[in-house]
């Protein structure tokens, strides 16, 4: 079963930097694509970026050039470092992982399973 845990949101000024953090179980493998959701108030839940076994990132272009989605297969840890971060960026992001990838493209809209999530705040 997989298991996914976020951690490191907060609440920070435009123009400031957060990272999150999410713990995977369950969910091993060279062929894996993994990534970051949110929803923002009112909003429907949207893809942010992905990354695949190999490494390969996607980005929505929202946040291409500032967010930057990484991971440790030692620790079997998800990053996503969010910069230059703005008030449209407020929403609740989600780790999550796509359970039915068997290889090829790794993208944000594909993310079909996520965790509980963590609340990012951005005023202006």
Not at 35 to 48: D, H, S, T, Y
Not at 81 to 94: I, V
Not at 99 to 122: A, F, K, M, R
Request: proline share 2%.
């Amino acid at each position: 079963q997989v298991q996914l845990a976020e951690s490191g949101g907060g609440s920070v000024q435009s123009g400031g930097s957060l990272r999150l953090s999410c713990v995977v179980s369950g969910y091993t493998g060279s062929s894996r694509c993994m990534g970051w959701l949110r929803q923002a108030p009112g909003k429907e839940r949207e893809g942010v970026a992905a990354i695949n076994g190999d490494a390969r990132a996607s980005y929505v272009d929202a946040v291409k050039g500032r967010f930057t989605i990484s991971q440790d297969n030692a620790k079997n840890t998800l990053y996503l470092q969010m910069n230059n971060l703005k008030p449209e960026d407020t929403a609740m992001y989600f780790c999550a992982a796509d359970v039915h990838y068997t290889g090829g493209v790794c993208i944000p809209e594909g993310l079909d399973y996520w965790g509980q999530g963590s609340q990012v705040t951005v005023s202006s």
